[in-house]
């Protein structure tokens, strides 16, 4: 099973969500996530997530927001 994240200013509420799926029954094999330019520290979160996860994490940190 594969999960996909995508973020944008959302630190006040992704440190839950991440949380989440580390309690899950079945873990998942992978997570992707995407970040667009968060300003708020989503990407200092994300990146703590991905080197502490117990599944492998994609994260890419966009440079410039790219959604409306």
Known sequence: MSVVLATHNGARFVHEQLHSLTRQTRLPDEVV????????????????????APFPVSLTLRGHHLGT
């Not at 970040?35 to 979160?45: K, P, V, Y």
């Open 33 to 52: 996530i995407v970040d667009d330019a968060s300003a708020d520290g989503t990407g200092a979160i994300l990146k703590e997530f991905r080197d502490t």
